[in-house]
């Protein structure tokens, strides 16, 4: 005698878990959803957007530059530089500088420490700008705390946009 699989009532094996049973549904009492075309669905699917709207050959050469550490350490060194640039002429470079060392970042917690090292780095340049003064500005102490959290905090509140791309 032969043994046979078990099945339930919708005709599939026990041991098939990947199957999923669709509802049976009476085809006069619904409308044909593969008959209908919406436009929508059609344009996401011939979009180049990935899936967090970001262009895909954009996402694409973002995971190169991720995987591979030579061109992430020249876009590090780019974006930070960009960075500073951006950072020396005005305080929301701290933030954009922040997200562009965050993007070539490999994972999120890298970014955010990434970030924050960017942030020292634009705080010891700020603090070798100074020269002479630099004994003056740090007896400015609620000035000083402003400075080294806004140095710090400014980047890594950048670096968050690793988060969503």
Same mark, same amino acid.
């Given at each position: 005698?032969?043994?046979?699989?078990? !099945? &339930?009532?919708?005709?599939?094996? /026990? @041991?098939?878990?990947?199957?999923? %049973?669709?509802?049976?549904? /009476?085809?006069?009492?619904?409308? &044909?959803?593969? +008959?209908? +075309? /919406?436009? #929508?669905?059609?344009?996401?699917?011939?979009?180049?957007? @990935?899936? /967090? @709207?970001?262009?895909? +050959?954009?996402?694409?050469? =973002?995971?190169?530059?991720?995987?591979?550490?030579? !061109? !992430?350490?020249? *876009?590090?060194?780019?974006?930070?530089?960009?960075?500073?640039?951006?950072?020396?002429?005005?305080?929301?470079?701290?933030?954009?500088? $922040?997200?562009?060392?965050?993007?070539? +970042?490999?994972?999120?917690?890298?970014?955010?420490? #990434?970030? *924050?090292?960017?942030? =020292?780095?634009?705080?010891?340049?700020?603090?070798? %700008?100074? @020269? $002479?003064? #630099?004994?003056?500005?740090?007896?400015?102490?609620?000035?000083?705390?402003?400075?080294?959290? *806004? *140095?710090?905090?400014?980047?890594?509140?950048?670096?968050?946009?690793?988060?969503?791309?």
């Amino acid at each position: 005698m032969t043994s046979q699989p078990d !099945r &339930d009532d919708s005709g599939r094996e /026990d @041991g098939d878990l990947n199957h999923k %049973s669709e509802p049976e549904s /009476d085809p006069e009492s619904e409308p &044909d959803s593969k +008959s209908q +075309s /919406d436009p #929508t669905l059609e344009r996401r699917t011939t979009s180049t957007l @990935g899936g /967090d @709207g970001i262009p895909a +050959s954009v996402e694409q050469e =973002l995971e190169s530059i991720r995987t591979t550490p030579r !061109r !992430r350490a020249v *876009a590090l060194v780019l974006a930070g530089g960009l960075g500073v640039v951006f950072a020396w002429f005005h305080w929301i470079g701290l933030v954009l500088g $922040g997200a562009l060392v965050g993007l070539v +970042s490999t994972t999120f917690w890298r970014a955010l420490v #990434t970030a *924050a090292g960017f942030g =020292l780095v634009v705080l010891g340049l700020f603090v070798i %700008s100074l @020269g $002479g003064a #630099t004994a003056q500005v740090l007896e400015m102490a609620p000035v000083v705390y402003l400075i080294v959290g *806004a *140095a710090i905090g400014l980047p890594v509140f950048g670096s968050l946009v690793r988060g969503i791309v």
